[in-house]
């Protein structure tokens, strides 16, 4: 009957909301400790470093720059010269390097301390957070250390070797944070053509989707080819307004996302 086909098309629009999907119970946004207020994700790290392999390249990418770093600075100390420009661009990379071995360092369960440092620097340097700014990044630290080790005529052979690294690793994080970047904004064009109120994919009071929750919600309404779980985590971190790699969507994000604007860069 029509009544009974206008019930199923409303159950079938709200099969991802928090209140009705899978029986589940509005998320609990309240909890505090070590893991965020979202009860999830790691605070210490970013959500692009959920595997041992990106782990282990950014790392690597870091060793590169401090080594770079290290060799350019003690030559300037032991080979004193006026060169001032040049000497504070060595530690400038130097100082970059740091930083990186501090934020990638793969340590599958870093101190308290360091989650700390690792927390307030993600605020300062937000798109660490996304393989585009992580691989423009490491394309910059690239070229410095280039310019470090070959230009000043340190060692041309070591500077080569370590560029060449950076370079690709630069690359190839750019290249695939511009991919999904793609992707996630066919699916918002499909998601704002849909014309659906918010209120289809938000239960009243619930905070957020759960990363399930916002893969059914797209898959509803897209006719994108579906993200992985590994994608989604790093779409969902590209969504966040914060550093925090949590895995919820809020309503904010949500229609900051959706909203007329430029492409959201993963």
């Known amino acids: 009957s029509r009544g009974s086909r206008r019930h199923s098309r409303r159950i079938r629009a709200m099969a991802f909301r928090g209140d009705v999907q899978g029986g589940q119970q509005p998320l609990n946004f309240g909890g505090g400790g ?11 790290e970013s959500g692009i470093e959920k595997h041992l392999k990106w782990k282990v390249g950014f790392f690597i990418g870091a060793v590169c720059v401090t080594l770079a770093g290290v060799v350019s600075f003690f030559y300037f100390i032991f080979n004193p010269q006026w060169a001032p420009c040049s000497f504070l661009s060595q530690i400038f990379l130097l100082s970059f390097g740091l930083l990186m071995l501090v934020l990638d360092f793969p340590s599958p369960h870093p101190y308290e301390h360091l989650k700390t440092v690792r927390r307030h620097a993600f605020k300062l340097v937000m798109f660490l957070t996304r393989f585009t700014g992580r691989g423009a990044w490491y394309l910059f630290l ?8 070959d230009d000043e005529q340190i060692s041309w052979f070591l500077g080569l070797v370590l560029t060449l690294y950076l370079i690709f690793l630069g690359a190839f994080s750019l290249a695939k944070g511009v991919m999904l970047s793609l992707h996630l904004n066919k699916v918002r064009h499909d998601i704002v053509d849909s014309n659906r109120d918010p209120s289809t994919y938000f239960s009243r009071n619930q905070p957020g989707l759960s990363k399930e929750q916002f893969k059914t919600a797209i ?23 914060t550093p925090t790699n949590d895995n919820i969507v809020t309503m904010e994000e949500w229609l900051y996302w959706i909203s007329p604007g430029p492409i959201t860069m993963v």
């Open 142 to 149: 690239g070229s410095m250390v280039y310019v470090a080790l």
């Open 34 to 44: 070590s893991q965020g207020i979202y009860g999830g994700g790691n605070p210490g």
């Open 219 to 241: 898959a509803a309404v897209s006719r994108q080819p579906p993200f992985t779980d590994d994608e989604l985590e790093y779409v969902i971190n590209a969504l966040s307004f």
